[in-house]
């Protein structure tokens, strides 16, 4: 697509349970980001996906929190037993990810904006 | 020590004046810089890249510090238009796909 699309744009859910939430990359991005912005907060790092490599996980909370991405493209970052800290936007990003310039420039998707009551 | 680090603001400035933030590194391996605008409830976009020869883009002009681990941002003219968040973002050389974020100058232009 034109762009990183993600859904959904708004999930609010009950502390305990499970949400999964989605990122169609800009076709043709080898890398797959996802980040989380609090409330007048910065980006936290979470997880990024590069080609076939295994994932970068570093950034991930939690065990509570996974994500895959299936045959190169759609993530999906999962969030088991969700606590109301978990409350924030869940932004995903693409990059081309090759060695060239403007290759690690980023575009972000509109993000995700969880709410756990 | 956070890998970046900025001056969480806010810059309040009229129309018109000319406006400078810097984002200090912690990584002097840091190979790559940028510039992103969030405007408020929306997401990042890439404002500029920063080169080592420093790089203007209209009003906008952006600069790297490597001796002194900074990169700035040169406003001038200020527009109402500009008033947002300013993220730097930082790669260092050891990982062409890792980014470390800054937590945003957040930037009001007064009429």
């Known amino acids: 697509g034109a762009g990183v699309s993600q859904s959904p744009s708004n999930k609010v859910t009950e502390k305990g349970k499970d949400v999964e939430l989605r990122c169609d990359p800009i076709s043709g991005h080898t890398a797959l980001y996802w980040y989380r912005q609090s409330l007048g907060q910065g980006l936290e790092f979470l997880i990024y996906?590069?080609?076939?490599?295994?994932?970068?996980k570093s950034g991930l909370p939690s065990d509570r929190f996974s994500a895959e991405r299936t045959g190169g493209s759609v993530s999906t970052l999962t969030i088991q037993r969700t606590q109301q800290e978990d409350s924030a936007v869940y932004l995903c990003?693409?990059?081309?990810?090759?060695?060239?310039?403007?290759?690690?420039?980023?575009?972000f998707g509109a993000g995700s904006r969880l709410t756990v009551l | 020590r956070k890998e970046v680090e900025q001056d969480p603001g806010p810059f309040n400035v009229p129309e018109g004046a000319t406006v400078a933030f810097n984002c200090t590194y912690s990584n002097s391996a840091s190979q790559s810089f940028f510039w992103y605008r969030q405007d408020c409830r929306k997401e990042p976009k890439l404002l500029m890249s920063?080169?080592?020869s420093g790089n203007e883009d209209g009003r906008f002009t952006a600069q790297l510090n490597r001796a002194s681990q900074y990169i700035s941002l040169l406003i001038r003219d200020s527009k109402l238009s500009d008033s947002a968040t300013y993220l730097c973002?930082?790669?260092?050389?050891?990982?062409?796909?890792?980014?470390?974020f800054g937590s945003g100058t957040k930037l009001n232009v007064k009429p």
């Open positions: 973002a930082v790669n260092p050389r050891y990982n062409f796909n890792k980014f470390y």
């Open positions: 920063v080169y080592s």
């Open positions: 996906f590069q080609g076939n490599s295994a994932p970068d």
């Open positions: 990003a693409s990059s081309p990810g090759t060695g060239n310039s403007g290759a690690n420039v980023l575009t």
